[in-house]
């Protein structure tokens, strides 16, 4: 997938991850059914151990870019001080193939099964170049801190 500069989506309008918890470095594509996005894995990011990009950090890259689809509606105004709170409220299917190395850029694209309020159930599947690494079928909360 090519990234074109005026193509990328700022992800800190969508999301309220920091470093070093960020991580999504890119929305490719968004609309309110899906999202694509990218991450680069550098050597020093937190889930990463023996040059591998951990299962813990494919969970979290797949649950960040499920959120963005939810998220939109809390950041729809970029100049917002808005902040939320969310939370993974149920795991219903998760495959690992395979684990990426540091250096190595991923992408995700995930797509809504269904959403009813500020809860969503979302689909996501991450590769390396054409290679599958995780698929997951995740339920997401998001809700605004007030």
Same mark, same amino acid.
Do not use: W
């Given at each position: 997938?090519?990234?074109?500069?005026?193509?990328?989506?700022?992800?800190?309008?969508?999301?309220?991850?920091?470093?070093?918890?960020?991580?999504?470095?890119?929305?490719?594509?968004?609309?309110?059914?899906?999202?694509?996005?990218?991450?680069?894995?550098?050597?020093?990011?937190?889930?990463?151990?023996?040059?591998?990009?951990?299962?813990?950090?494919?969970?979290?890259?797949?649950?960040?870019?499920?959120?963005?689809?939810?998220?939109?509606?809390? *950041?729809?105004?970029? @100049?917002?001080?808005? !902040?939320?709170?969310?939370?993974?409220?149920? %795991?219903? $299917?998760? /495959?690992? *193939?395979?684990?990426? @190395?540091?250096?190595? !850029?991923?992408?995700?694209?995930?797509?809504? %099964?269904? $959403?009813? /309020?500020?809860?969503?159930?979302?689909?996501?599947?991450?590769?390396?170049?054409?290679?599958?690494?995780?698929?997951?079928?995740?339920?997401?909360?998001?809700?605004?801190?007030?």
């Amino acid at each position: 997938m090519e990234l074109k500069e005026e193509n990328l989506i700022n992800i800190h309008h969508f999301l309220p991850h920091r470093e070093p918890m960020l991580m999504v470095d890119y929305i490719l594509e968004l609309t309110p059914e899906k999202v694509v996005t990218s991450f680069e894995i550098k050597a020093d990011n937190i889930f990463v151990h023996n040059n591998q990009f951990v299962e813990a950090g494919l969970i979290e890259h797949s649950a960040q870019t499920s959120s963005s689809i939810l998220g939109q509606s809390f *950041f729809s105004n970029t @100049e917002s001080n808005t !902040k939320v709170i969310g939370f993974i409220t149920n %795991i219903k $299917k998760i /495959e690992i *193939f395979g684990l990426p @190395e540091a250096g190595n !850029k991923i992408f995700s694209k995930a797509s809504l %099964i269904s $959403k009813y /309020e500020n809860i969503c159930q979302i689909f996501c599947e991450t590769f390396l170049d054409e290679k599958l690494l995780i698929r997951t079928e995740i339920s997401l909360f998001i809700q605004e801190i007030k």
